[in-house]
């Protein structure tokens, strides 16, 4: 059973910082592109960023220069630093695992990152 499992998330001021993870089971972790998402409130999904099997990182423009992804394929854990944090920050954020080839795509459960002004 595949499960991806996110912690992290908070309340926080603008210009603080969070650092997300997500820990993955039940897949070949370092075969799979990470991804990160969020909702925002009364919006789409929309992407946040992702680090392929290669570790080639990929970024939304609204967070270029704040945010950075990293995987540490011994813990089978995805992690997003979010520094300079935004309200338009806010929103509940995704981890999903991505198989390059194959149907393969799975979601985290989510969680919830409130930015406040």
């Known amino acids: 059973q595949v499960q991806l499992v996110e912690s992290g998330g908070g309340l926080v001021q603008a210009g603080g910082s969070l650092r997300l993870s997500c820990t993955a089971s039940?897949?070949?972790?370092?075969?799979?592109?990470m991804g990160w998402y969020r909702h925002p409130p009364e919006k789409q999904r929309e992407l946040v960023a992702t680090?392929?099997?290669?570790?080639?990182?990929n970024f939304a423009d609204s967070v270029k220069g704040r945010f950075t992804i990293s995987r540490d394929n011994a813990k089978n854990t995805v992690y997003l630093q979010m520094n300079s944090l935004k309200p338009e920050d806010t929103g509940v954020y995704h981890c999903?695992?991505?198989?390059?080839?194959?149907?393969?795509?799975?979601w985290g459960r989510g969680t919830q990152v409130t930015v406040s002004s």
């Open positions: 680090i392929t099997t290669g570790g080639r990182t």
């Open positions: 039940g897949i070949i972790f370092s075969s799979h592109t």
């Open positions: 999903n695992a991505n198989r390059p080839g194959y149907e393969n795509n799975y």
